[in-house]
């Protein structure tokens, strides 16, 4: 914990360095919500489809939803996610042609509500 799950467009596959993009915000975003890099997790889904306003073609997207424990404060979050925010859009270019469109969400989990198992 925190899960950070990323959906990105399709035609970001080749411009998007995912793996850079994972082992930073494991190295950086910890400290804005007192987490250790250890309890990071990231996983990516491709986007094969997706629209936008009113019949928008041109834009590509990156999604990142980080979701934590709560009890962090108002703060704590919205540095998190201006954080995230900022290494997503160092490691995604545009394709050339296209708009690209970044977005961050950190939301948080209830913590009597949460539950792991690790072995």
Excluded: W
């Amino acid at each position: 914990m925190p899960f950070v799950t990323v959906e990105y467009s399709e035609r970001l596959a080749a411009t998007f360095d995912r793996r850079a993009f994972a082992r930073e915000v494991h190295e950086v975003a910890p400290a804005s919500v007192n987490a250790s890099t250890e309890a990071f997790k990231t996983r990516f889904r491709r986007i094969e489809e997706s629209y936008f306003g009113a019949a928008e073609d041109d834009i590509d997207s990156v999604f990142v939803q980080v979701a934590i424990l709560s009890g962090r404060t108002p703060k704590a979050i919205e540095t998190l996610s201006e954080t995230v925010l900022e290494i997503a859009r160092k490691h995604v270019t545009a394709v050339d042609g296209r708009r690209l469109h970044v977005m961050v969400e950190t939301r948080e989990m209830e913590r009597d509500y949460y539950r792991a198992h690790k072995e």
